[in-house]
């Protein structure tokens, strides 16, 4: 499969693949308080629930926006609830340290900004919760 990477790590705005008529770019979504604790993209002609490419969080050195990488397989998958669809995320390991209570401690507090994110700017309540990694042998 094919990833590109829209958000690098450390990184605090979140980033989405904008198609248009001048080709693809990137446009910042919004602010998040915390940075990503790992690079953050997306598999290339997938297709989610949510009617975006399928979310990829992709563990090891901070890579550059716009990066493409060949992955064999998916190593576990962060299961998320955004806005009431399911918004999972496959999680691929090029390498590095990663700590996965610190990776679950990150998710449950993103699932909290996110609510805060729909009901301060978008002004709705929003179901969006973390319910856990399953991690591949």
């Known amino acids: 499969m094919r990833v590109v990477i829209e958000t690098p790590k450390y990184s605090f705005f979140k980033y989405n693949k904008q198609d248009s008529s001048q080709g693809s770019r990137f446009v910042k979504e919004f602010l998040s308080p915390i940075p990503t604790i790992f690079n953050y993209g997306f598999i290339e002609g997938s297709l989610a629930d949510d009617g975006m490419e399928k979310d990829v969080v992709v563990i090891g050195p901070r890579l550059p926006q716009g990066t493409v990488l060949e992955v064999d397989k998916s190593h576990g998958v962060v299961k998320f609830v955004d806005d009431s669809l399911e918004d ?15 990776f679950y401690f990150y998710f449950h ?6 609510v805060a994110y729909y009901l301060i700017l978008k002004r709705k309540i ?12």
Do not use: D
């Open 88 to 102: 999972n995320k496959e999680v691929v390991c090029k390498g590095g340290f990663y700590s996965k209570p610190i």
């Open 109 to 114: 507090l993103y699932a909290t900004f996110k």
């Open 126 to 137: 929003a179901n969006c919760k973390f319910n856990g990694i399953s991690w591949y042998n």
